[in-house]
């Protein structure tokens, strides 16, 4: 596992922990000081004034100054464990997927076993954090924690668990909405009893992190080392990974998801002058707890308008996004997380009977989709006068959820072919986020906006999102690392802006959780239209771009050669690409994967060659939203699963197969 994390030699400053600490103390103070002064006063009786002024300060304000400090210091002291003992920059409760984990740990609690729940929180949190941290690292051990392995695994966890999140919540209505709510991490307090709950929990993992600072010492060396000194390497890792995931899942159970607070502060830490072990663990809690509580009483001093705005959850994590992106030229992976994209695994000799086979599994699949479905007596075959009264409903949505397939399909293609690297897709890359920022913003200045408000609006967020992303990617000439954690700090960015609109508990809130959810049930003319109409649009240019699609994945160096204007193709390729996918995710939302998945499955099957590959792509996405449309009407019936979450939950086992087998083969 050695130098799977090595840091860009630099010259260091000299360390000034005591210095770091004292300091980030003081500005702690004086927000305290602040907040204390410009404390709201209440109208009225200058006596009854008072009191409740008293009441306000301690059983409102002061309990919430001291959660923010304890729920940052603990956030940070889990990060800087995190990122020792998996040697890893960018390893936190975000990147690891614990966070997620224990967010659908509790709503499912919530939701079916609210006795659980009530009676351990932390208990129910902390087993969904450690799941999940647990299903990420067993991703990717082989690659020995590689960092860029280790954070794509922990994307593809987290947006399995949001899809499973999202679900419980609209089938739970308006009772889960709140947990939603409270999912965007609001420091809110009316008492000292989560104070009382979390502030225990840090001075033991305070206590436990100090004895472990030599065997973290030692662990810093590479494997071998360590085993000659007598080390039982990995159950000191099991050690630190629960004390870490405890530590997290403790806080997400008391205040919600605080996200990416935990690559924050050991960053600042080491920016601060910490070096040693000691120095980060000590300097980390104490920038996470500065970090959170000046972020918090900022907000505070702004008005209670900005605060309902932007929960602290969200506030992090829009800072969590530039953070990342300041560490990617630190992370180097110890071998290509990804192969080459171009070739096929093997090769059809009759490739045109396999894609005339892939259109009549198409029309078998839309046929069942037409005919067979819920009624009244449970599900039926609909034949005759029947059918013609279900067409009207039933075919609408499987053109959308079609056409949104083969868009994501063609997408994800593109993306491959750009970048040269098979993980690209709409999803992974944090364009369908983008996308959902526009949203998130129309939906701010706009109110209640029309469909064709929201389409311009997820169209500009996608383009600017995957616009970005390239123009950071491109100063590492595109390499498949930087490209993926680009992608996923703007995709944090572009999260956290539509949290902060869902936190706001409206109709607006109901919108993004129905889009991200993918639900097709209200699909009509008009989305069975944009999508057949954005798929003759947009790929239609792309039967003249096989050239283009052919060699840009060989690199810039040989596209040059051959005459191919770089800049001119990759742009016009993002373009196509970026529209493709606002559109696709105005219909099923940014989580059902099929980007991913339908150019992966089009070279499993064996197709070669960019026109053949894309042509597979596009009718294996078509194919598969259209059955995932499907089976979401009927696998549970009476209810419903949304199109995009049901997708989700079938494309990403599929994914964390493939990055295993992956992990295998390297």
């Not at 449970?378 to 075919?395: D, T, V």
Request: include cysteine; charge should be positive; charged fraction near 10%.
């Amino acid at each position: 596992m050695a130098g799977t994390a090595s840091l860009a030699a630099r010259p260091s400053p000299p360390a000034r922990p005591a210095l770091s600490v004292g300091l980030i103390a003081a500005a702690c103070v004086a927000m305290l000081a602040l907040l204390v002064l410009t404390r709201p006063t209440v109208p009225g009786n200058p006596t009854t004034s008072a009191m409740l002024g008293e009441i306000l300060l301690w059983n409102s304000l002061l309990p919430r100054s001291a959660i923010a400090l304890i729920s940052g210091a603990a956030l940070g002291l889990a990060g800087a464990l995190l990122q020792r003992v998996l040697r890893n920059p960018i390893a936190d409760a975000s990147t690891l997927g614990i966070a997620a984990g224990a967010q659908l740990a509790m709503v499912a609690a919530l939701s079916f076993l609210p006795l659980l729940a009530g009676f351990s929180r932390e208990m129910v949190a902390f087993a969904g954090g450690l799941l999940a941290v647990f299903l990420v690292l067993a991703l990717s051990w082989r690659r020995a924690f590689d960092p860029v392995t280790v954070a794509v695994s922990g994307l593809i966890v987290s947006m399995i668990a949001a899809s499973a999140t999202i679900t419980l919540i609209l089938a739970r209505g308006e009772y889960a909405m709140s947990v939603s709510i409270w999912g965007a991490g609001a420091l809110n307090q009316q008492d000292w009893h989560g104070v009382i709950s979390l502030l225990p929990r840090l001075a033991a993992g305070a206590v436990i992190a100090v004895v472990l600072v030599r065997p973290l010492n030692v662990l810093a060396l590479d494997d071998a080392s360590a085993r000659s000194l007598g080390m039982s390497i990995m159950a000191l890792r099991l050690a630190i990974l629960l004390l870490s995931v405890w530590l997290a899942a403790s806080v997400t159970a008391t205040v919600g998801v605080i996200g990416f607070l935990g690559l924050a502060a050991p960053a600042i830490a080491r920016r601060l002058g910490a070096r040693t072990t000691g120095q980060v663990l000590v300097a980390a809690p104490f920038a996470g707890a500065a970090l959170l509580f000046l972020t918090d009483g900022l907000s505070q001093l702004l008005g209670p308008g900005f605060n309902d705005l932007a929960p602290a959850g969200a506030a992090t994590a829009l800072m969590g996004g530039p953070v990342l992106l300041a560490l990617l030229p630190r992370l180097h992976a110890s071998s290509p997380v990804t192969a080459d994209a171009s070739p096929a695994e093997k090769r059809l000799s009759r490739p045109t009977f396999w894609i005339i086979a892939l259109a009549v599994a198409i029309a078998l699949v839309m046929l069942a989709a037409l005919t067979i479905g819920p009624s009244p007596s449970g599900i039926a075959l609909s034949i005759g006068q029947q059918l013609s009264e279900l067409i009207p409903f039933r075919l609408p949505r499987i053109l959308a959820a079609g056409g949104a397939g083969a868009l994501l399909g063609a997408s994800g293609f593109i993306m491959q072919r750009v970048t040269g690297n098979p993980i690209a897709s709409p999803e992974v890359l944090g364009v369908s986020a983008g996308g959902g920022a526009g949203l998130a913003v129309t939906l701010i200045i706009v109110g209640f906006a029309s469909p064709m408000q929201m389409l311009a609006g997820m169209a500009i967020g996608a383009l600017v999102v995957f616009a970005i992303m390239i123009a950071i990617a491109a100063r590492g000439e595109l390499s498949p690392e930087r490209l993926l954690l680009s992608g996923i700090a703007v995709s944090a960015i572009s999260m956290a802006l539509v949290t902060m609109v869902i936190a706001q508990g409206d109709i607006r809130s109901f919108m993004l959780l129905t889009w991200m959810a993918g639900s097709t049930n209200r699909a009509g003319t008009f989305e069975a239209y944009t999508a057949l109409g954005a798929l003759a649009v947009f790929t239609l240019p792309l039967l003249f771009m096989g050239r283009w699609l052919t060699i840009l994945p060989l690199g810039g160096v040989i596209s040059k050669e051959v005459g191919i204007g770089l800049t001119a193709a990759r742009l016009a390729l993002a373009v196509l690409s970026a529209l493709m996918t606002a559109v696709a995710s105005f219909l099923v939302g940014p989580l059902s994967l099929a980007g991913l998945v339908a150019p992966h499955l089009s070279r499993l099957i064996g197709f070669s060659g960019a026109r053949q590959q894309l042509f597979a792509s596009l009718m294996i996405g078509a194919a598969m939203l259209i059955l995932a449309d499907w089976l979401s009407r009927v696998v549970i019936y009476p209810y419903q699963v949304p199109v995009g979450v049901f997708a989700a939950l079938i494309g990403g086992p599929y994914l964390l197969w493939l990055l295993a087998r992956m992990e295998k083969r390297s």
